[in-house]
């Protein structure tokens, strides 16, 4: 009994590898230089409250921190890093909010992409949240760094972290100290430029947002993730199980498309005849639903091709037979819905929503064009991070196409064609519309004028610049804010 007692040695602990292995050294000084630095360009120079040239400055003190801290260098790393500031870039030129919005976040998207290395479609999902998340444990691993950088320093690192140190604190103190004295904020405006970093709540939280982003990348690349890791058992469905389903959704939509080329050939005259309507109505009814079969058949698409058995040719032929079938009909549906949108902005006016939804559905098609590619040797190792790509050019096109500018022109034209015009939308617009104002009478151009008066302000910061408002502002002033503004116009929706 007293043999058994002693070779007991208590309960068994199994300990499980983690999901996100903590990276084995502290981080280095120049990972902690590189997150102090963008912290503090955020902070002095990024203006939270509307797009500017602030933006891409911030991104590239980032991305050239995490690019030295961490030695990536890849061709493909660079590319979206790439990508990703010339997202931020928008900010600089032009001013619509929505777009901006996006472009922030496809921007983030991308930038965590440049630090990962997944390529299956579970591994590019992780990649792009991959560094807000890594931002959390990234302080404890700062922490680390910190302690360890407390023993013997070079001469060269000395000068870095004491220039570092004094630029915190000359931040910190200094816009208290003007703001607490008129005398001293009016000598500091004498000796250098104006630089409002706003509230000191608000340099604090964008220190610490951009740098804790700075570091998370920086986490990322110093332990390795397990992004594109597969099930341990994969499951396959027979192919009497899947071909079945899936030839009958093909059946459908080739007599849905078959209706479809008639009313698309057919044009106002057919779909009058057919259904009562016209063809604006009739494109009203049924883009919505065009765009839900879209996107649900891409997802149909990829869960077949996920479980379908591929262990035989005769499998194989049947999986290239029918999905590629499915695909090439969805792009005739897709085309239809393409043509639905065009012909119902063109009766009802251009919107930014219909202008948006108009741009995802032309994605979508290439995205359909990638999936048949990848369909002919059914390997796709590739289609996910190219259909992030393809979303990320096809955003960066929608900003070069200026759509503010552009729905103001075409609604403008409708106007010169129809005498229809919604006025109370178009006030709604950015200053990016200004200029598409000029063939409109006078007296209603100056009432949109002054609507839009109040998104810019005498002078803009430095860092706050920005193209589209610069060239808005002369036409701006010239508009007095006592100028009566009546958008009681003739409209229609």
Same mark, same amino acid.
């Given at each position: 009994?007293?043999?058994?007692?002693?070779?007991?040695?208590?309960?068994?602990?199994?300990?499980?590898?983690?999901?996100?292995?903590?990276?084995?050294?502290? *981080?280095?000084?120049?990972?902690?230089?590189?997150?102090?630095?963008?912290?503090?360009?955020?902070?002095?120079?990024?203006?939270?409250?509307?797009?500017?040239?602030?933006?891409?400055?911030?991104?590239?003190?980032?991305?050239?921190?995490?690019?030295?801290?961490?030695?990536?260098?890849?061709?493909?790393?660079?590319?979206?890093?790439?990508?990703?500031?010339?997202?931020? +870039?928008?900010?600089?030129?032009?001013?619509?909010?929505?777009?901006?919005?996006?472009?922030?976040?496809?921007?983030?998207?991308?930038?965590?992409?440049?630090?990962?290395?997944?390529?299956?479609?579970?591994?590019?999902?992780?990649?792009?949240?991959?560094? %807000?998340?890594?931002?959390?444990?990234?302080?404890?691993? *700062?922490?680390?760094?910190?302690?360890?950088?407390?023993? %013997?320093?070079?001469?060269?690192?000395?000068?870095?972290?004491?220039?570092?140190?004094?630029?915190?604190?000359?931040?910190?103190?200094?816009?208290?100290?003007?703001?607490?004295? *008129?005398?001293?904020?009016?000598?500091?405006?004498?000796?250098?430029?104006?630089?409002?970093?706003?509230?000191?709540?608000?340099?604090?939280?964008?220190?610490?947002?951009?740098?804790?982003?700075?570091?998370?990348?920086?986490?990322?690349?110093?332990?390795?993730?397990?992004?594109?890791?597969?099930?341990?058992?994969?499951?396959?469905?027979?192919?009497?199980?899947?071909?079945? %389903?899936?030839?009958?959704?093909?059946?459908?939509?080739?007599?849905?498309?078959?209706?479809?080329?008639?009313?698309?050939?057919?044009?106002?005259?057919?779909?009058?005849?057919?259904?009562?309507?016209?063809?604006?109505?009739?494109?009203?009814?049924?883009?919505?639903?065009?765009?839900?079969?879209?996107?649900?058949?891409?997802?149909?698409?990829?869960?077949?091709?996920?479980?379908?058995?591929?262990?035989?040719?005769?499998?194989?032929?049947?999986?290239?037979?029918?999905? +590629?079938?499915?695909?090439?009909?969805?792009?005739?549906?897709?085309?239809?819905?393409?043509?639905?949108?065009?012909?119902?902005?063109? *009766?009802?006016?251009?919107?930014?929503?219909?202008?948006?939804?108009?741009?995802?559905?032309?994605?979508?098609?290439?995205?359909?064009?990638?999936?048949?590619?990848?369909?002919?040797?059914?390997?796709?190792?590739?289609?996910?991070?190219?259909?992030?790509?393809?979303?990320?050019?096809?955003?960066?096109?929608?900003?070069?196409?200026?759509?503010?500018?552009?729905?103001?022109?075409?609604?403008?034209?409708?106007?010169?064609?129809?005498?229809?015009?919604?006025?109370?939308?178009? +006030?709604?617009?950015?200053?990016?519309?200004? %200029?598409?104002?000029?063939?409109?009478?006078?007296?209603?151009?100056?009432?949109?004028?002054?609507?839009?008066?109040?998104?810019?302000?005498?002078?803009?910061?430095?860092?706050?610049?920005?193209?589209?408002?610069?060239?808005?502002?002369?036409?701006?002033?010239?508009?007095?804010?006592?100028? +009566?503004?009546?958008?009681?116009?003739?409209?229609?929706?």
């Amino acid at each position: 009994m007293s043999g058994h007692a002693a070779a007991w040695s208590g309960p068994v602990v199994h300990q499980t590898k983690p999901l996100w292995p903590a990276p084995t050294a502290p *981080a280095s000084r120049n990972v902690l230089y590189a997150g102090a630095a963008a912290g503090l360009t955020a902070a002095a120079v990024l203006p939270l409250d509307l797009p500017g040239v602030g933006w891409v400055l911030t991104g590239i003190v980032g991305v050239v921190g995490v690019f030295l801290a961490t030695g990536r260098r890849s061709p493909q790393s660079i590319a979206w890093a790439v990508a990703a500031l010339l997202l931020l +870039g928008v900010s600089t030129f032009l001013t619509a909010d929505w777009l901006f919005s996006l472009s922030l976040l496809a921007a983030s998207a991308a930038g965590s992409l440049a630090v990962t290395d997944g390529r299956s479609l579970r591994g590019v999902v992780a990649g792009m949240v991959a560094v %807000p998340i890594a931002a959390f444990p990234a302080v404890k691993w *700062a922490v680390r760094g910190m302690r360890a950088s407390r023993g %013997p320093v070079r001469p060269d690192r000395r000068l870095g972290r004491t220039i570092l140190i004094s630029a915190g604190l000359l931040l910190v103190f200094v816009p208290l100290l003007a703001g607490a004295d *008129a005398a001293f904020a009016e000598l500091l405006g004498n000796l250098v430029p104006t630089v409002d970093i706003g509230s000191p709540f608000e340099w604090v939280f964008l220190f610490v947002t951009i740098g804790l982003g700075t570091l998370g990348a920086c986490y990322v690349q110093a332990t390795t993730l397990p992004l594109d890791a597969e099930p341990r058992d994969r499951r396959t469905v027979a192919r009497r199980e899947w071909a079945v %389903p899936i030839g009958v959704l093909v059946a459908v939509f080739a007599v849905f498309v078959g209706v479809q080329l008639a009313s698309l050939f057919g044009g106002d005259d057919y779909v009058q005849r057919t259904a009562q309507l016209t063809y604006a109505e009739y494109a009203r009814g049924g883009f919505w639903q065009l765009l839900a079969v879209t996107v649900l058949t891409l997802v149909v698409i990829g869960v077949a091709t996920r479980f379908a058995a591929t262990d035989t040719a005769a499998d194989r032929l049947w999986l290239r037979v029918l999905l +590629g079938g499915l695909a090439g009909l969805t792009l005739v549906i897709v085309a239809s819905a393409l043509s639905r949108m065009w012909a119902y902005q063109q *009766a009802y006016g251009f919107t930014a929503l219909r202008l948006l939804v108009f741009a995802c559905e032309v994605w979508l098609a290439v995205v359909y064009l990638l999936v048949l590619a990848a369909g002919v040797r059914l390997r796709a190792g590739w289609l996910p991070r190219s259909v992030v790509a393809t979303a990320v050019a096809s955003l960066l096109v929608l900003a070069a196409l200026n759509p503010d500018r552009f729905i103001a022109e075409h609604n403008v034209e409708r106007w010169q064609a129809t005498g229809k015009i919604d006025l109370p939308y178009l +006030g709604t617009l950015s200053v990016d519309a200004v %200029p598409a104002f000029d063939p409109l009478p006078a007296d209603v151009r100056e009432c949109l004028l002054v609507r839009m008066k109040f998104q810019v302000t005498d002078t803009d910061d430095w860092y706050a610049w920005n193209l589209s408002r610069e060239l808005a502002r002369p036409v701006l002033d010239r508009v007095s804010w006592e100028r +009566g503004c009546d958008l009681d116009y003739p409209t229609t929706r």
